[in-house]
């Protein structure tokens, strides 16, 4: 069964940095495009980032971009959010997710151009920014 | 920046069917093709449950379905079980290679 474990979540002083670690398993890790989701406590879900399975592209919502840095390690299947200048409002619950990068029929496969869903999710880490 | 709506809250007795809308409220609707359904119970993470709108991953009961007509998509949940009691999340493409999500609903079994 594919498999997703987050860490490194803690508490954190405003202005400070973590970093987020996602280790995967039973499946290809480096065939597979990556996400981070984020729920605030009692809030919906918020879509982070992205990367592609080499690393080469990376993705941010506007929310994080220039703060946040997603990386990869496929030599080790893991994936990484580094969160640098942290604020009260990036208290939540961080999510990895896997992308489902193609859907196939029994005659043809249609790939994604994109990392639009995510069919394969860990059980989070928490990050609490608080002085 | 594409934003989605949710209603807040859905209700339903068991064997019934809901249906839970999602608004897409910009402008770009071509955009509006790769929607998604997430299921989320307390303390659990989300659950891929429709994608490209309509499909449904491997597992998933047929008694979930997506549809979608012109900037609102739809999540319908027929012959209702206890079980489906749970927050529903829609999402979308927003454009500039970003993801957006719904507010959620909270959906209700009585």
């Known amino acids: 069964e594919l498999h997703l474990l987050e860490s490194g979540g803690g508490l954190v002083q405003p202005g400070g940095s973590l970093t987020l670690s996602c280790a995967a398993s039973?499946?290809?890790?480096?065939?597979?495009?990556m996400s981070w989701v984020r729920q605030a406590p009692g809030k919906g879900l918020e879509w982070v980032s992205a990367?592609?399975?080499?690393?080469?592209?990376?993705y941010y919502a506007d929310s994080v971009k220039g703060r946040f840095t997603i990386s990869r390690d496929n030599s080790k299947n893991t994936l990484y959010l580094q969160m640098n200048r942290l604020r009260a409002e990036d208290t939540a619950r961080y999510y990895c997710?896997?992308?489902?990068?193609?859907?196939?029929?029994?005659?043809?496969?249609?790939?994604?151009?994109?990392?639009?869903?995510?069919?394969?999710w860990g059980k989070g880490t928490t990050v609490t920014v608080s002085s | 920046q594409s934003a989605l709506t949710q209603p807040r809250s859905v209700s339903g007795s068991p064997g019934q069917s809901v249906t839970i809308s999602c608004t897409e409220t910009?402008?770009?609707?071509?955009?509006?093709?790769?929607v998604s359904w997430y299921q989320q119970h307390p303390g659990k993470a989300p659950k891929l449950m429709v994608f490209?709108?309509?499909k449904r991953p491997s597992g998933v009961p047929d008694r979930f379905s997506g549809s979608k007509s012109g900037n609102t998509a739809s999540l319908t949940i027929s012959g209702l079980q206890a079980e489906d009691e749970a927050d529903y999340y829609c999402?979308?493409?927003?454009?500039?290679?970003?993801?957006?999500f719904g507010g959620g609903t909270k959906l209700t079994v009585l």
């Open positions: 999402c979308s493409y927003a454009g500039s290679y970003t993801l957006v």
């Open positions: 039973e499946f290809t890790f480096i065939n597979y495009a």
């Open positions: 910009t402008s770009n609707v071509g955009d509006f093709n790769y």
């Open positions: 490209d709108v309509t």
């Open positions: 997710a896997k992308v489902l990068s193609e859907y196939c029929t029994s005659t043809s496969c249609h790939h994604y151009y994109f990392y639009y869903y995510m069919d394969v």
């Open positions: 990367i592609s399975g080499s690393g080469g592209s990376t």
